[in-house]
């Protein structure tokens, strides 16, 4: 027996014992990972630092903080999320109990990728947690600090018998794969999503999938220009543009994109300075590979703004690109790093035949001081979450959930939906064990003369129309 799959048997024969089903223990785990949080928060910041220069501030509030508020939101909410759901009752059963009890899947596969290394493990662990299941980390090996400092320190906080890190590149994590897991929540690229779909499929496991892909952002002629180069400029740039919400590109006309050039340079300036290599606030891509993919999609189109680079530190300044055609290579693929192409189009009907040509994104983003137009573009296309006037801050509620849509994903999570996500809503009947005469009607040998009673007690009837006198 392999290790990987030595170790899913614990995990399965501590999950079948009951240990994780009281909210004692629920809450006793959701305790000590907030104990981790607050008691790792430095050596956090630092791994974050060397993996890929992440300024201090956006790991409190995109890692630590994002963490801490679904901590809360969970602990808050719990035991209300874990109380059964009472259901209708149709006449035959008008005398029974029938609920949805949130039963926990088993053993639960979580795979992280480097961008956000720890929100992106323990938000999901949270809810996998709160839901009563045993769990297998999987944190990326791209992010090796970070990777180091939860497989060394994290299983000291929870119960070992129940939760554990692996720490795998990719032939491995092929292995780890072959076993049977109960669940998997997958977070990262398309490409590798459909690897995690496929091995799920062998045991028809099934499966939460967060992914990437390229998010419009449409920018009409009614907005003030200013705020939005800033809020543009700061989804763009934030973790150096390493974010799967991140706006991709921009549409605009032609107009709006020699005012918005002019409102961005000012916005990267006041944000990161005359320089922002040295700027403290501006984080750094993260791997050599990774660096020299994003550096040659700068040759799309023309550099408006930025466009310096430097390989030994894996820096690329914030960036704009104009003058770049659909068929460019930045607009292949998500760009991931801090590049920021300007597509004209010339109207908003334009705007939503181009977003609607491509993949649906995990988000889409839309600027206008007019309602009707930002309600045109939610109605008319699909995307996994949708902001209005902003970047990001839509996944920032615990309230709304969150995910993708196609190839941007499959499922969502976050506060509720994770706890959703992570359970199984086991359809219950408990019904009593005398009063047998009721059930007579509905054995064999089936009188026909029965079937109106039995139709009468079991068929929802249709609601009689509303009508306005
Ligand atoms: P990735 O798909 O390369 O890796 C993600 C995880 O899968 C890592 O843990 C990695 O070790 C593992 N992995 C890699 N190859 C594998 C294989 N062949 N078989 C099994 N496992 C394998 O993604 P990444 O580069 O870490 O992250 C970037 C991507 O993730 C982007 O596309 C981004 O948009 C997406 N992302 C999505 C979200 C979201 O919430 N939707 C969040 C962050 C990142």
Redesign the pocket.
């Known amino acids: 027996m392999s290790a990987h799959t030595e170790l899913v048997s614990r995990l399965r024969a501590a999950w079948l014992s009951g240990k994780t089903r009281p909210m004692e223990y629920r809450v006793a785990q959701l305790e000590a990972l907030g104990r981790f949080l607050d008691e790792k928060k430095q050596d956090i910041l630092d791994a974050t630092a060397l993996d890929m220069g992440k300024p201090p501030f956006e790991v409190e509030l995109s890692e630590i903080s994002i963490c801490r508020s679904e901590l809360n939101h969970t602990l808050n909410n719990l035991g209300t999320w874990m109380k059964d759901k009472h259901v209708e009752k149709n006449w035959a059963t008008q005398l029974d109990s029938a609920f949805i009890r949130k039963d926990p899947y088993g053993v639960v596969l979580i ?6 290394p720890i929100n ?1 493990l323990l938000v999901p662990l949270i809810g996998a947690i709160a839901a009563g299941n045993c769990v297998v980390m ?6 090796r600090n970070v990777e180091r400092l939860v497989a060394e320190t994290l299983p000291r906080y929870l119960d070992k018998d129940c939760f554990a890190v692996v720490t ?3 032939e491995e ?2 292995r ?2 072959e076993n049977k897991f109960d669940y998997i929540f ?8 459909r ?2 779909m496929t ?1 799920a499929a062998k045991h028809l496991t099934p499966v939460t999938l ?4 390229k998010n419009p952002c449409y920018v009409s002629d009614t907005c003030n220009v200013q705020n939005v180069a800033r809020r543009v400029a700061w989804g763009r740039f934030f973790n150096a543009g ?4 991140a706006p991709d590109y921009v549409l605009c006309s032609l107009e709006m994109q020699e005012k918005l050039l002019v409102a961005l340079r000012e916005a990267i300036t006041e944000f990161y300075g005359p320089n922002p290599q040295e700027s403290p606030d501006f984080a750094r891509i993260v791997g050599d590979k ?1 660096f020299q993919r994003v550096q040659a999609l700068l040759r799309s189109g023309r550099v408006a703004i930025g466009g310096q680079t430097d390989a030994q530190t894996r820096y690329i300044a914030p960036t704009v690109l104009v003058d770049v055609q659909q068929d460019d290579p930045v607009m292949q693929e ?1 760009i ?1 790093g801090p590049i920021l192409p300007i597509l004209t189009v010339t109207s908003l009907d334009d705007a939503i035949a181009f977003i609607n040509a491509r993949e649906r994104p ?1 988000a889409i983003y839309v600027f206008s001081s007019c309602k009707k137009v930002v309600n045109q573009v939610l109605e008319k296309t699909s995307s ?1 979450g949708f902001c209005a006037n902003d970047t990001i801050m839509h996944m920032t509620l615990t309230s709304l959930p ?3 849509i196609g190839q ?2 499959l499922g969502h999570y976050h506060g509720h939906y994770s706890f959703d996500t992570f359970s199984h809503p086991r359809a219950t009947l408990l019904r009593g064990a005398g009063r047998e005469a009721l059930n007579t009607p509905r054995y064999p040998p089936y009188a026909p003369r029965r079937l109106p009673l039995l139709r009468a007690t079991t068929e929802t009837k249709r609601r009689a129309a509303c009508t306005l006198l």
């Open positions: 795979i992280g990728p480097w961008n956000y992106l999987k944190p990326s090996e791209i992010s795998a590149g990719t994590t092929t780890l794969l997958f977070t990262g690229s398309p490409s590798v999503g690897i995690v091995a967060e992914l990437g892909g390493q974010t799967c919400v990774h998500e991931f995990l996994g969150f995910g993708g941007s994903g």
